[in-house]
């Protein structure tokens, strides 16, 4: 059973708004604090081209964390598999996402896994080009490329606040640095990450890259393969055991969605063979995630038997 409209969907937003009176927004990245806690928006993308929503779905967000999912398709296609877990290892830590506690205490400075901070520099550091803006440009159109709209870009004042307030990550970098597994300058590193998190879109654009991972790398629409399958493969299975940071594994059970999400609130989900999700909603939980978004996909999952297990 799927969800068929615009009205059903409205009724769990209704649904599951009412706890965003429980989280907080974010605020560690200044300009993100803008945000109006009480937004919660939602678009479910059909490899047929059909959509359905609900909320102010014109509304653009910044991919923040989001992002670590493409950056990493990405890397993997430009260097392969083996390479680049030489460089970042497959599990998950069961710490926030910018702890720098495991770079410590595990193989020294290979950060355990890509969706967390010290594994994201390690990848955003590993994408190709021969200056930041030609790296940037690759990454930027490769989600021009999946959403299908070339308009696509990042906001500028989202990445500023980020760059001049990024102490943690800087120090990651370091870290990364003396360990010997980053060997570029943190500078140009924080200029080029903290615009990979500030790229822009709505949840309709959110919820096509979605189905784009759902449906193996194919573009359903376009019918177009536009990363290999492995590589959808490898970044699902990277959502479901990291792409809710350390709440992960109670998400895994109770909504059993490759999911990622971001510290701006957003959500992009991926229900395997069937359709993409991308949701809005700034109020965090603790643990940095979309307090009503998680939510509303346990909502989701219930009503229609979403669960992939
Ligand atoms: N840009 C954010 C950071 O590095 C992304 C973190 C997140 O979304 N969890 O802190």
Redesign the pocket.
């Known amino acids: 059973m799927l969800c068929q409209s615009n009205d059903e969907l409205k009724a769990l937003v209704t649904e599951a708004k009412t706890c965003t009176k429980n989280g907080k927004v974010?605020d560690?990245?200044p300009a993100l604090g803008k945000a109006n806690p009480n937004d919660l928006s939602i678009a479910i993308h059909y490899p047929d081209g059909r959509c359905v929503s609900a909320g102010d779905i014109e509304k653009r967000i910044?991919?923040?964390?989001?992002?670590?999912v493409i950056s990493l398709a990405l890397v993997l296609m430009d260097r392969g598999s083996d390479y680049v877990f030489e460089r970042v290892g497959m599990e998950p830590t069961g710490d926030p996402?910018?702890s720098i506690a495991k770079l410590e205490t595990m193989a020294p400075g290979k950060p355990l896994n890509p969706m967390i901070?010290a594994g994201?520099?390690v990848v955003t550091h590993m994408i190709k080009g021969n200056t930041i803006e030609e790296r940037f440009q690759r990454l930027l159109s490769f989600i021009q490329e999946m959403t299908n709209d070339s308009t696509i870009s990042y906001c500028e004042e989202v990445a500023r606040s980020?760059f001049e307030t990024?102490h943690?990550?800087r120090a990651l970098c370091y870290f990364l640095k003396q360990h010997n597994i980053l060997d570029e300058d943190v500078e140009q590193l924080m200029d080029l990450?903290?615009k990979?998190?500030?790229i822009e879109m709505n949840c309709l654009d959110l919820a096509r890259i979605g189905v784009v991972f759902a449906m193996d790398g194919v573009d359903p629409l376009s019918c177009k393969q536009i990363m290999p399958t492995d590589v959808a493969r490898i970044c699902k299975t990277f959502m479901v055991t990291c792409g809710m940071?350390n709440a992960s594994g109670e998400f895994a059970i109770k909504i059993g969605i490759p999911s990622k999400?971001?510290?701006?609130g957003g959500i992009m989900g991926a229900v395997p063979g069937r359709f993409g999700i991308g949701i809005f909603g700034p109020a965090l939980d603790e643990k940095?995630n979309s307090i009503a978004g998680i939510k509303l996909l346990e909502l989701l999952s219930k009503n229609y038997s979403l669960s992939m297990f």
């Open positions: 974010a560690y990245i910044t991919l923040q964390s989001i992002s670590k996402f910018n901070n994201a520099l980020e990024a943690l990550n990450y903290t990979q998190c500030a940071y999400s971001g510290v701006s940095g």
